[in-house]
């Protein structure tokens, strides 16, 4: 990956486990390719705005030590992590409130904007049948990931 170091990659994928569905049929995260996905959008954006999501994934990481639990976000069990997600949902600091929606948020686009979780919501792809276009950028990205 270009953009997320393995913690950042440990926090989101601790987080997808706690916000994503996990039924039977439904895909798995790294069957939507969920981490490279949000890597290849860090490596997209402007530096602030990269910043701004790194550092919201390390107060996400953090926090549960401020708040008295023993063990960082990544390393809680899934109901300590869905308890903490809404608890900082639910919080009176605008901040946390502002972080855990726009995490939750861009798990859940990213998640159920891969083809792989179309069948299960029923969307349809394009009536066109059209094959995705990448742009130079996106092509780019991939040489250099592939390289890695």
Known sequence: MLVLSDAHAATLTALAEVVLPNEPGTPSIAGTGLIRRFDEEFYFVEESVRQDMLMAL???????????????????????????????????????????????????????AHPATWPVTGFRRSVFHLAPQLSEQRLRYRQLTARQ
């Open 58 to 112: 390390a107060v996400l990481e953090w926090q549960p030590l401020a708040a008295g639990h023993l063990h960082r976000f990544s390393r809680l069990d899934a109901a300590a992590r869905s308890a903490v997600v809404e608890r900082l949902l639910n919080s009176r600091f605008e901040v946390l409130r502002a972080i855990a929606t726009s995490l939750r948020v861009a798990v859940l686009f990213f998640y159920y």
